[in-house]
């Protein structure tokens, strides 16, 4: 059985509320017109060339919040980039004022957490570390002005607000891809797969490369041809005279 990992990417109207100035300005509840909300979404499944484009332009709200919902629910991970803080956070208060319930429990993948704990850019965003490690580049365009017009129901930035979100999607794929061997998440491969496979990305050609001790056990380690990830073997290699037990990788 292969798992279902989903990539998503969501863009949000901002909220709105009466101000007096524009530097160190703090908003009271009162002056709050209207709150943030999504008003799109991309998302694919990894591998499958298909990509999944929702909006309150072309869909009602209340549809686009519920195809969102059926592919949370489907999946058995979600991928995307400060998606555990930002995208899935927000996704999950459009459910609740839904009146959906939770989906179905998933695991995480977020890949701006594995570049802050594992690298050291100049910057953090998604733009620019997609140019430097030469997978592509965000789709530019003109700024607030995009939101404004799309928020003005403009059907030329709409779009391009299509084409905007669509490549960050493909993007944050480009980048799982690469930085595989670097994952460090509680999604494990091995869980769908009655035979050893790499942790990361679900190959079987491993090759051992030599072992690892801890204070009391050792393990066999392995290196993914594929992905090139390391892990070590779900076998503890025994003392002489004991037995061999199990553990998950």
């Known amino acids: 059985m292969k798992p279902k990992i989903l990539v998503i990417d969501i863009e949000t109207a901002p909220a709105s509320g009466y101000i007096w100035k524009l530097w160190d300005v ?15 979404f991309a998302a694919k499944w990894v591998g499958n060339k298909k990509v999944i484009f ?29 998606s555990k803080n930002f995208d899935c956070k927000i996704l999950n208060k459009e459910f609740i004022l839904a009146g959906l319930t939770p989906p179905t429990p998933y ?4 890949l701006l957490q594995t570049m802050r704990q594992n690298f050291k850019f100049m910057s953090n965003k998604l733009d620019h570390i997609s140019q ?26 709409w779009k391009l607000m299509k084409k ?10 480009e980048l799982y891809d690469r930085v595989k061997p670097w994952l460090k998440t509680t999604f494990n491969f091995n869980e769908f797969s009655e035979l050893p496979v790499c942790p990361n990305c679900g190959s079987t050609d491993l090759m051992k490369n ?14 993914c041809k594929s992905c090139f990830a390391h892990s070590k073997s779900n076998i503890i290699i025994p003392k002489e005279g004991s037995k061999i037990t199990q553990r998950a990788i």
């Open 54 to 82: 929702s909006s309150n332009q072309e869909d009602t709200h209340e549809a686009m919040v519920k195809k969102a919902w059926e592919l949370f629910d489907e999946a058995d991970a979600v991928i995307g980039y400060n």
């Open 107 to 110: 695991k995480h993948i977020d």
């Open 164 to 173: 905007y979100n669509i490549n960050d999607v493909k993007l944050t794929e």
């Open 26 to 40: 703090n908003i009271s509840l009162s002056q709050l017109i209207d709150t943030s909300k999504v008003i799109c």
């Open 132 to 157: 430097e490690l030469g997978i592509g580049k965000k789709t530019s365009h003109q700024g607030f002005d995009l939101w404004q017009k799309c928020m003005a129901d403009d059907a030329a930035a």
């Open 210 to 223: 030599g072992i690892y001790r801890s204070a009391t056990r050792a393990y066999q380690k392995h290196v």
